[in-house]
């Protein structure tokens, strides 16, 4: 292929299918942020695929949309994506109904068992790290152990710190740095910024990257694994990345905007021009 034949971005067809963050671009500590409804009504008036994303793996699909419901936003269960569901059809994709050694909760076990997975702490194939509100150091050691006896070492997500109520709390990323400095072993993150969980939301929608978009609130994660993965990237600036940070990055979103309330009628422009209204 010669650059002359190379496309824009703007040559692209229209969007049909979305893919947007949770936090920070939904919800903001539990609150839903103005024009997320309008968004989500919006996409299920014009029967238009989407998926939300979230890197957090401690809960199942069902609780976030439980959780979701209770901030006032109506998301169901099947439209949503969490890390734990990607690295589980990650590893059936690699290993099908293997063995793994899991450090997590709800949101990972259930994923795990449901692609068909044998948890055991006896000579696993994998070592599988989530996110938990109560790390074991015992669990921690064993993994290590492991690790070290050959067991590869997978994680949900990179992130160091997640929030609370009572301030920020260590994360996946934090433990799997413990654990890598104790094995030598560095581990596959599987969530963002890895473009494989958004190739994984495609197939899971049965799109195409070159007529999907992703919105996200952070440069370093959902801009970065949406460019990666061949999507068209919105940035919105309620959440993490602000428009100061925004050149401190060597790429950028195709666009920004200030909130999630600015992609509603963008997305009824692409939905037009798609002849789908």
């Known amino acids: 292929m010669t650059l002359n034949a190379i496309r824009s971005l703007d040559e692209l067809p229209p969007v049909t299918a979305w893919l947007t963050d949770m936090d920070g671009v939904l919800v903001h500590e539990q609150h839903p942020i103005p024009g997320a409804q309008d968004f989500l009504d919006t996409l299920r008036e014009l029967n238009l695929p989407f998926l939300v994303l979230t890197n957090n793996s401690i809960y199942t699909a069902r609780d976030l949309s439980a959780r979701l419901d209770h901030s006032g936003l109506q998301v169901p269960e099947e439209n949503i994506w969490t890390s734990a569901l990607a690295t589980a059809t990650f590893l059936s994709q690699q290993s099908p109904r293997s063995t793994a050694f899991v450090i997590g909760e709800a ?133 993490s990345t602000k428009r100061e940070d925004i050149e401190n990055y060597p790429y950028r979103a195709y666009q920004v905007h200030e909130s999630i309330a600015d992609l509603v009628p963008l997305v009824r422009e692409n939905a037009k021009a798609a002849g789908l209204i």
């Open 107 to 239: 949101g990972l076990i259930t994923a795990m068992h449901e692609c068909g997975y044998v948890m055991t702490d006896h000579n696993p194939e994998f070592v599988v790290l989530g996110e938990t509100r109560s790390y074991d150091f015992a669990a921690i050691t064993h993994a290590i152990r492991l690790i070290e006896r050959g067991a590869k070492f997978i994680a949900t997500n990179p992130d160091a710190t997640g929030p609370s109520q009572e301030g920020t709390l260590p994360a996946t990323g934090a433990i799997a740095a413990m654990i890598q400095e104790a094995t030598n072993k560095a581990p596959y993150f599987v969530g963002k910024p890895n473009s494989i969980m958004f190739r994984a939301a495609l197939n899971r929608l049965d799109v195409h990257s070159e007529t999907t978009a992703m919105i996200g609130d952070r440069m370093n994660t959902d801009v970065q694994a949406g460019i990666e993965a061949g999507l068209r990237t919105h940035l919105v600036l309620t959440g």
